[in-house]
């Protein structure tokens, strides 16, 4: 059966609205304990900025997938859940349907959970990990040794519970490490762009955007959720973060949206028997080349310029774009239509 649209609409509406109620409250939480992003050099802001985006932004995450998982409980208690998968058109209910779960897509999702659920908390504790070496490099300025190794043990963690990339090479220590190679590479290509206004969680939410339709579209209906949970999660932080902050990621939210991307990129099957296309596999390079060729770009100059590759600069693709005349917010659309625009010759891999 084709899983229903209206459950990846709900997902997506109830993160962004929980992120926008949820915010306010982060904000004054921040301020009061002083985890503010000051004033200073390289900052254009002139008063301190709430580094509250990552905590409400999981909370966006946490919050509707732990109403669903209770609702799936309690429908499952009240005998209402099938005990043999669905005949493919036996629902209840069509995709058109206001109901939030008919009887089949309530299977489809406990089914799901039940074969996947070691890998599904792994990513869960893998996004908690993310956002608490963030945290407290936010509050602390971790030296770079301590948030690596951080990176790092949260990666492997989420390699070894079965998010693992294989590219049709039938070795474990393979997959183990161009696993956390990725989701370190990805990680730090966020934290790289969060350099302006609204540049980080749009291109997380564009990503997250093209991830999710390219999951549903072939019924991948976890990662689809995963995805519109987190595209529905940045929607509702942005109007926090652009073109004026009243919020900003932080370390904690720019690591905790490079690990979702990394991972959304990992979950979809690109290639199957019924698409044997090898190049699919190339999709994620698309749908996350602006951070990546960002990535590649300074490093490459703070390597030629012997400079730490960690280091900060204004070499960023942002910045050389208000270099040549653009202001600060048509830098940023100009990187977002980029980032919208890339992904679609993806498609020409998969259909």
Not at 207 to 233: P, R, S
Request: proline share 6%; with cysteine; charged share 10%.
């Amino acid at each position: 059966m084709i899983f229903p649209f209206n459950v990846y609409l709900w997902a997506g509406v109830s993160a962004g609205v929980t992120v926008a109620v949820g915010l306010p409250l982060w904000r004054r939480w921040c301020l009061r304990i002083g985890l503010v992003d000051e004033p200073g050099h390289r900052k254009i802001h002139d008063q301190p900025i709430p580094l509250a985006g990552g905590l409400a932004i999981m909370t966006g995450l946490l919050v509707p997938l732990l109403l669903a998982c209770g609702g799936l409980w309690c429908h499952k208690a009240g005998g209402a859940a099938n005990t043999l998968p669905p005949a493919a058109g036996s629902g209840s209910a069509n995709a058109g349907s206001l109901a939030l779960l008919d009887p089949d897509a309530a299977f489809l999702l406990r089914y799901g959970l039940g074969r996947r659920v070691a890998e599904l908390a792994g990513i869960v504790c893998g996004a908690l990990g993310m956002l608490l070496v963030g945290w407290l490099d936010d509050r602390h300025e971790l030296r770079p040794r301590a948030k690596f190794a951080g990176q790092l043990l949260v990666a492997a963690l989420v390699a070894a519970s079965g998010t693992r990339i294989t590219l049709f090479v039938p070795n474990v220590l393979f997959s183990y490490g161009i696993t956390i190679l990725w989701i370190l590479t990805v990680v730090n290509a966020f934290n790289f762009m969060d350099n302006m206004n609204g540049l980080c969680a749009g291109i997380g939410a564009i990503g997250a955007w093209h991830l999710a339709i390219i999951a549903a579209a072939d019924n991948q209906y976890l990662v689809g959720l995963i995805a519109f949970l987190t595209f529905g999660a940045l929607l509702g932080f942005l109007p926090y973060n652009f073109p004026r902050a009243r919020a900003f990621l932080g370390d904690a939210g720019s690591h905790l949206v490079g690990f979702l991307l990394a991972v959304l990129a990992i979950l979809p099957h690109f290639y199957t028997e019924q698409q044997p296309r090898r190049w699919a596999v190339l999709t994620p390079l698309l749908v996350l080349a602006i951070p990546l060729a960002d990535l590649v770009w300074v490093v490459l100059l703070r390597w030629r310029s012997g400079l730490p590759f960690y280091q900060g600069d204004t070499n960023h693709l942002s910045h050389r774009l208000v270099r040549r005349g653009l202001s600060p917010s048509l830098a940023v659309i100009g990187i977002w239509a980029a980032a919208a625009a890339l992904p679609l010759l993806s498609y020409l891999c998969l259909w």
